[in-house]
């Protein structure tokens, strides 16, 4: 599937083609935002926004990624920062929509003023504060984003969760899409686990999808595998009930994925 820069985040969600195929991104992309927001909001543009920490986005803050000092959240208000990969600088990823496509192997789709195109994983696009910490995305110099690719995903289960303090508009807390490969005999023979709003990029658990490999997801390998996604958090002075949280999500959506809840 071929989804240019400009389809908007609602007509995402309300494609039938997208919500057949691809039921985990057509979920997040109709659990973001509002539904005005949704009706405007483009693809490429959530793929694409800034950090929403509130030390970058107010001017009285000069913030490492304004080319300041330090980063305020990491001893500051940090209740909805990152608990992974938040040495340098603690912000959360913005976009549920790229949790979504990470876990189903999106590739991008970026042309330049000369016509020249790139194409690569999804996942090699977004940039960590520990390679570029003023930077978000691997977008260079006049270039723009045109579409996401998404491999055929026949054959997939795939689930879609989050955590929000309300149920209508609000950023999730924890975003969790999995995507499991289950062999005839329900063994799982390959599985993505991509965590969202808890790192500066989506996350991949690792060691959760390896864990699983080879077993029945039942609830003793999910708890197990969230269990696992834990590995190497590091949470800051407000926001470790992210951890549990998180944990939760993981073996809820694993079991949704594989049609037990």
């Known amino acids: 599937l071929r989804i240019g820069a400009q389809v908007t985040l609602a007509h995402l969600a309300s494609d039938e083609n997208v919500s057949k195929a691809y039921p985990a991104l057509a979920d997040a992309a109709g659990a973001s935002?509002?539904?005005?927001?949704?009706?405007?909001?483009?693809?490429?543009?959530?793929?694409?926004?800034r950090p929403r920490c509130w030390y970058f986005r107010a001017a009285?803050?000069?913030?490492?990624?304004?080319?300041?000092?330090?980063?305020?959240?990491i001893?500051?208000?940090?209740?909805?920062?990152?608990?992974?990969?938040?040495?340098?600088?603690?912000i959360v990823h913005p976009s549920t929509s790229a949790t979504a496509l990470v876990a189903l192997g999106?590739?991008?789709?970026?042309?330049?003023?000369?016509?020249?195109t790139r194409r690569f994983a999804l996942e090699d696009f977004f940039v960590g504060p520990d390679k570029d910490v003023q930077r978000e995305n691997d977008l260079r110099p006049r270039e723009i984003l045109t579409a996401v690719l998404l491999p055929n995903a026949a054959g997939l289960r795939t689930a879609h969760l989050k955590l929000s303090q309300k149920l209508s508009f609000d950023w999730p807390l924890v975003d969790v899409v999995v995507a499991l490969d289950l062999g005839p005999d329900g063994a799982?023979?390959?599985?993505?686990?991509?965590?969202g709003a808890i790192a500066p990029t989506p996350r991949r658990a690792r060691a959760a999808e390896d864990a699983l490999v080879g077993k029945i997801v039942d609830a003793q390998s999910a708890a197990a595998a969230g269990r696992a996604a834990l590995e190497g958090a590091t949470p800051l002075s407000k926001n470790a009930y992210k951890a549990p949280m998180l944990e939760a999500l993981v073996r809820r959506a694993l079991l949704r994925a594989a049609g037990q809840a």
């Open 75 to 90: 001893n500051g208000e940090n209740q909805y920062h990152a608990i992974f990969d938040n040495r340098f600088c603690a």
């Open 188 to 195: 799982c023979r390959h599985a993505s686990i991509i965590l």
């Open 60 to 73: 009285q803050y000069r913030c490492l990624r304004k080319g300041g000092g330090h980063c305020y959240a």
């Open 33 to 49: 935002a509002s539904p005005e927001i949704r009706n405007a909001a483009t693809l490429g543009g959530n793929l694409l926004q």
């Open 106 to 116: 999106a590739e991008v789709e970026l042309v330049d003023g000369d016509g020249a």
